[in-house]
Nanobody, 125 residues
Framework: QVQLVESGGGLVQPGGSLRLSCAAS????????IGWFRQAPGKEREGVSC????????YYADSVKGRFTISRDNANATVYLQMNSLKPGDTAVYYC??????????????????WGQGTQVTVSS
């Protein structure tokens, strides 16, 4: 059974850091690109970052470049999103998703086959 489980969310002050984890099971992680998306109340789900299968190319939304870093540990079947210099605008539910191969348009939610349930990130003083 394919499963993606996010963890690591929480409440953090502006300027703080969090590391999100996406634990995968039921499939071979290195055959899949993993994307991180977020959705704030009343807004569309948006792509935050993606790491491709096999060559580990990394992609970031302009709003998080230089602040967020995506990485993968295939041995432990986990993908991470290190988030630094957090801003109130980063507040959202964060989801990880898996796409076989590497999607041609990594921000397109339709390109992903499996989704996690999400973890809440709140940036507030």
């Amino acid at each position: 059974q394919v499963q993606l489980v996010e963890s690591g969310g929480g409440l953090v002050q502006p300027g703080g850091s969090l590391r999100l984890s996406c634990a995968a099971s039921g499939f071979t992680l290195d055959d899949y690109a993993i994307g991180w998306f977020r959705q704030a109340p009343g807004k569309e789900r948006e792509g935050v970052s993606c790491i491709s299968s096999h060559d580990d190319s990394r992609y970031y939304a302009d709003s998080v470049k230089g602040r967020f870093t995506i990485s993968r540990d295939n041995a432990n079947a986990t993908v991470y999103l290190q988030m630094n210099s957090l801003k109130p605008g980063d507040t959202a539910v964060y989801y990880c998703a898996a796409a076989l191969g590497t999607p041609s348009v990594w921000v397109a939610t339709i390109a992903y086959d499996y989704w996690g349930q999400g973890t809440q990130v709140t940036v507030s003083s």
